[in-house]
């Protein structure tokens, strides 16, 4: 089942996704996405079944989300592994009222 606020990450309208460095708009983050990018910006580095169990989050979901925040450079993999942390593009991409995840 996909969660309702599914939607990709991707580049608004006007941008052609040709085009590196200037000009280019901010990825459209989702609900879940926002959380993701939340959660890794606290804990570092985590594997999928775990940030989805730690997030609520179901973890076909999480899966398919962290492929699309990678797809646009706001998550990566480490060496390799299906480990995920956050690059500095994706805490750019966290809204200030974006709330940490642990309180």
């Given amino acids: 089942m996909t969660a309702p606020d599914a939607r990709p990450a991707d580049r608004s309208a006007g ?6 460095g200037e000009g280019l ?4 983050l989702t609900r879940s996405d926002e ?8 804990v570092g580095t ?4 775990f940030v989805a169990s730690n997030t609520g989050l179901y973890a076909d979901h999480v899966e398919s989300r962290l492929d699309a925040l990678g797809d ?13 942390r956050l690059t500095d593009a994706g805490r750019e991409a966290l809204r200030d009222d974006c709330p940490r995840w642990s309180d």
């Fill in 25 to 28: 708009d901010a990825p459209s």
């Fill in 15 to 20: 941008s052609d996704g040709d085009d590196r």
């Fill in 46 to 49: 985590d594997y999928p079944a």
């Fill in 35 to 42: 959380r993701l990018l939340a959660y890794l910006d606290d």
């Fill in 72 to 84: 646009a450079g706001l998550v990566e993999r480490v060496t390799g592994e299906a480990a995920y």
